[in-house]
């Protein structure tokens, strides 16, 4: 079955630790992204990538990092500088950038 | 500054009545919307889109109707029923842009 699966589901760690949640698809889509998602609030844009190598800043990126080493794999890091990192994160992907996104399940990262 | 606003936060509908969820949006540009449904602790689904080409897409139950000149859309499920008890978010974009910007989404109640 095609999907996206992120993991862990749910994550616990130390503040001041860097922490990286995993996100692979098999769909063969071409752009990835990485949204947060907090109480109250919409989902907002972390970072997007459209092709392998390459990725964009969206909207919150301060604090976070990503690679894009492979098409399947996306994963994004919570560095010790990001202020409030506890949050409900969920990973993308679609064909293109213009084009609806598919999900994953999510990861609920808590930082005590 | 959010650019796609969902302002009720919450709706209750009995079962079998039409439940109707509205989306507003500021920017002029945009011309591509997606309706979006989300159980707690999970990945949203992709329920039904519109291009602006249209005024109105229907998908079973569900119905998008797009005012352009009132930058509105809203979602119309009829008949409602307890399954459809979920967060709706509706999402944006410009074709010629580089991202989907989500509203804060409804929670939408479907009493039985």
């Known amino acids: 079955d095609g999907g996206i699966t992120q993991s862990p589901k749910y994550l616990f760690r130390k503040e001041g630790q860097n922490v990286t949640l995993s996100c692979e698809q098999n769909?063969?889509?071409?752009?990835m992204y990485w949204y947060r998602q907090d109480p109250g609030q919409g989902l907002r844009l972390i970072y997007y990538?459209?092709?392998?190598?390459?990725?964009q800043k969206g909207d919150i990126a301060e604090g976070y990092s990503v690679s894009r080493e492979k098409k399947e794999s996306f994963p994004l890091t919570v560095t010790s500088a990001q202020k409030n990192p506890t949050a409900f994160y969920l990973c993308?992907?679609?064909?293109?950038?213009?084009?609806?996104?598919?999900f994953g399940q999510g990861t609920r990262l808590t930082v005590v | 500054d959010q650019q796609v606003k969902q302002n009720s936060p919450s709706l209750s509908v009995q079962e079998g009545r039409i439940s109707i969820l509205n989306c507003d949006y500021t920017?002029?540009?945009?011309?591509?919307f997606l309706w979006y449904k989300k159980y707690p602790a999970e990945g949203p689904t992709f329920l039904i889109s519109i291009s602006s080409i249209k005024d109105k897409n229907e998908d079973g139950r569900f119905t998008v109707f797009l005012n352009k000149s009132a930058k509105h859309l809203s979602l119309h499920i009829v008949p409602s029923q307890p399954g459809d008890s979920a967060v709706y978010f509706c999402?944006?974009?410009?074709?010629?842009?580089?991202?989907?910007?989500f509203g804060t989404g409804t929670s939408l109640t479907v009493i039985p």
């Open positions: 999402a944006a974009s410009a074709r010629t842009g580089n991202q989907f910007y």
């Open positions: 769909l063969n889509h071409d752009a």
């Open positions: 993308a992907s679609s064909t293109d950038i213009t084009e609806k996104g598919f």
């Open positions: 920017n002029s540009m945009f011309d591509y």
């Open positions: 990538s459209q092709i392998v190598n390459d990725f």
